[in-house]
C-alpha cells in the first residue's frame, strides 16, 4: 500500500511542481526540499540526535519549550528544526534559541525523503499538530529513528477523511512510537483512526508554555529609518488590535469599525493580516471605507487603521492593544492563536468557528475571552467594553491568569521525549509502554 502512495506522491508532485516553484511562500530552500543539501547539515554533539518539525512561525514557537527542555535534560545533543514555510524558517532563524541547524522539510518523496534523513541522522523525529508525512515517516523509521507527535490534533471534521486514506495507502500511525495529544478528545480521535492505546498519552499544548507572558517587555527596536513599533502604533483613544484576519474578516472588522466610530471618535484599529502580503489590499479597503489608512512601516502620522505589514511583531503589538480580536475565526479556517493577546493580559475576542483551537477555546471562554457569533454581537461587545475601562482589565488579568494556569505540558512532553530516547539507546525491542 506505501508504494501506492509513492506512486501517487510522484505523481502529484510532477503536476505541481511549477506551482510549488514559484508560490510565494514555499519556492525558497528547493534544493533542501529536495533533500540535496551540499554537506554536513551540522556536526556531531555529544548526545542524541533530535529533528523537531513544526509547519509555520506559529508552530515552531510552540515547539520552544520543548527544544529548551530537550537540551537542559540533554546538554550534549544536536537538535534540528525544520520548517514547512519561508515565513518558519526566518522565525526559526531570528527567535529560536539553542538550535544547532534549521532546514526545509524535504517533500515527502521517497528520494527526498531518504537523502534528508541520511543528511540528519536522527534518533528522535518529533512531528507537531496534524504534520503526518508518511513518506517522511517510513524513511525515518527505515533509519532507526524513533517518532513522536506532540501537540497531536486531529480534526472531527476530516476524520472520515483520514480514514479512506490510511485504508488506501497504509496506516502511518502504526509507524509512530508515541502520540501526546492536546486533550482526551484528541487522544479519542487518535485511537479511533488506529493508534495503538499503549502508545497515547495526553499532555497538554505546549503553546501554552511557550506563550506565556509572550506580549511583556519592551518592543523591539527597529531599523533602517522604520519606525518602532510603539510609535507605529502611537496615538490617542483605545487601540482594537485584530490579529491574524484572513481573507473576507477585515470587511466585517471595517464596518464594525465604523459604527463603533460614531460612539468612539478617538478609537483606532490596528490589523495583522495572517499573511502579509494581503496587506495592500487591506489598505486600500479600510480607504474605501473612508478611513485614513496606512502601513505599519510608514512614517507614524495621525491614522485610523494602521495594517501591519511586518513579521514576528504581533505578539508585541498585542501588548500596546486596549482589546484584541483574532480572526480565522469568521471563516472556515477553524481559528488563529487566541493565547498570544491572553498571555499579554488582553479581554480576546474571537468567532464561532475554532474547530482547530478547540482547547484554548475551553481556556479562555469565561476566563477573559468572549466569542461572539456575527458582526453584530462583535459591535455590541466591543461597544460594551470601551464603556468599561475596569472590566477591560479584569478581563485581561483573568486571561493571564488563565494561560499560567495551564502551564507544564512542554515539560511533560519532554519527559515522554526522553523516556523514548532512553528506551532506544537501551535497544529495548519495543520501547512503547510506559515504565
Known amino acids: 500500500m506505501h508504494l501506492l502512495y509513492q506512486v501517487a506522491s510522484l505523481a502529484l508532485f510532477s503536476v505541481l511542481w511549477p506551482f510549488l516553484f514559484v508560490h510565494p511562500k514555499l519556492r525558497h530552500g528547493i534544493r533542501q526540499r529536495l533533500g540535496f543539501f551540499g554537506g554536513p547539515i551540522c556536526p556531531d554533539g555529544r548526545g542524541p540526535r533530535i529533528w523537531l518539525h513544526g509547519a509555520s512561525a506559529g508552530d515552531l514557537l510552540a515547539l520552544t519549550p520543548v527544544i529548551d527542555g530537550l537540551r537542559q535534560r540533554f546538554p550534549g545533543c544536536t537538535l534540528v528544526v525544520s520548517t514547512l514555510t519561508n515565513s518558519g524558517q526566518l522565525m526559526a532563524r531570528q527567535r529560536i534559541r539553542g538550535v544547532d541547524a534549521v532546514i526545509y522539510l524535504p517533500y515527502d518523496l521517497p528520494g527526498a525523503t531518504r537523502r534528508t534523513i541520511a543528511a540528519v541522522r536522527p534518533d528522535l523525529l518529533v512531528l507537531e499538530y496534524t504534520e503526518i508525512w508518511p513518506g517522511l515517516i517510513r524513511a525515518a523509521r527505515r533509519a532507526g529513528a524513533r517518532i513522536a507527535l506532540t501537540n497531536g490534533r486531529f480534526s472531527a471534521r ?92 477585515e470587511a466585517l472588522l471595517l464596518s464594525a469599525f465604523g459604527r463603533l466610530r460614531q460612539e468612539q471618535p478617538k478609537l483606532r484599529l490596528a490589523i495583522a493580516p ?27 502620522t495621525p491614522a485610523d487603521v494602521v495594517v501591519l505589514d511586518s513579521m514576528g511583531e504581533l505578539g508585541q503589538a498585542y501588548r500596546l492593544a486596549t482589546l484584541v480580536f483574532v480572526g480565522g475565526s469568521f471563516t472556515q479556517r477553524g481559528g488563529q492563536n487566541i493565547l498570544e493577546p491572553a498571555a499579554a493580559g488582553k479581554p480576546v475576542l474571537f468567532g464561532p468557528n475554532m474547530d482547530n483551537f478547540h482547547d484554548s477555546v475551553q481556556v479562555l471562554v469565561g476566563r477573559g475571552g468572549i466569542q461572539v457569533k456575527d458582526e453584530e454581537q462583535l459591535h455590541r461587545v466591543v461597544s460594551d467594553l470601551l464603556l468599561r475601562p475596569d472590566q477591560m482589565a479584569e478581563l485581561g488579568a483573568m486571561a493571564r491568569d488563565a494561560v499560567a494556569a495551564v502551564r507544564g505540558a512542554g515539560q511533560r512532553d519532554v519527559e515522554q521525549l526522553a523516556r523514548l530516547l532512553v528506551e532506544r539507546t537501551e535497544g529495548h525491542p519495543d520501547g512503547r509502554r510506559a515504565a
Do not use: C
Open 158 to 249: 476530516h476524520l472520515r477523511e483520514y480514514r479512506w486514506l490510511f485504508r488506501l495507502i497504509g496506516n502511518p500511525l502504526g509507524e509512530i512510537d508515541l502520540f501526546l495529544m492536546r486533550e482526551d478528545v484528541e487522544a479519542e480521535r487518535a485511537l479511533a483512526l488506529g493508534a495503538p492505546l499503549e502508545r497515547v498519552w495526553v499532555t497538554g499544548n505546549t503553546k501554552f508554555d511557550a506563550l506565556l507572558f509572550s506580549g511583556q517587555g519592551p518592543a523591539p527596536k527597529a531599523g533602517g529609518g522604520v519606525p518602532s513599533l510603539d510609535e507605529a502604533l502611537s496615538g490617542d483613544g483605545p487601540l482594537w488590535i485584530a490579529g491574524s484576519t484572513h481573507e473576507g474578516e
Open 274 to 300: 495572517r499573511y502579509i502580503e494581503r496587506a495592500g489590499k487591506i489598505v486600500a479597503l479600510a480607504r474605501e471605507h473612508g478611513f485614513r489608512a496606512r502601513f505599519r512601516s510608514e512614517a507614524p
